[in-house]
Nanobody, 116 residues
Framework: QLQLVESGGGLVQAGESLRLSCAAE????????MGWYRQTPGKSRELVAQ???????NYANSVKGRFTISRDNAKPKVSLQMNSLEPEDTAVYYC??????????WGQGTQVTVSS
């Protein structure tokens, strides 16, 4: 079993930055991929960025060049540095961890609101 504890998020103006962090607790040996998804009302949850235990990274096209994902495998912890935020980035952001057995765990979600 894994628990994901998120921190960060909040209200900022367009062009500003935020940093999200997520720490995994429990049987951390199970974890392969960690990352972030986001969801707005009425829409499906979408991938923002993810990073594997080996360091392979994927970003959504909409955040490339603005967001940076990083990971500390020792803890483990994943962070998302979000720069040049846009109103379209407003969403609930969820931390995720995918185990080697392909089980997906989710954090409780943290609200990010970007005002224009």
């Amino acid at each position: 079993q894994l628990q994901l504890v998120e921190s960060g998020g909040g209200l900022v103006q367009a062009g500003e930055s935020l940093r999200l962090s997520c720490a995994a607790e429990g049987d951390i040996r199970l974890i392969n991929v960690m990352g972030w998804y986001r969801q707005t009302p009425g829409k499906s949850r979408e991938l923002v960025a993810q990073i594997s235990s080996g360091g392979s990274i994927n970003y959504a096209n909409s955040v490339k060049g603005r967001f940076t994902i990083s990971r500390d495998n020792a803890k483990p912890k994943v962070s998302l540095q979000m720069n040049s935020l846009e109103p379209e980035d407003t969403a609930v952001y969820y931390c995720t961890a995918i185990t080697w057995g392909m089980t997906n765990y989710w954090g409780q979600g943290t609200q990010v609101t970007v005002s224009s």
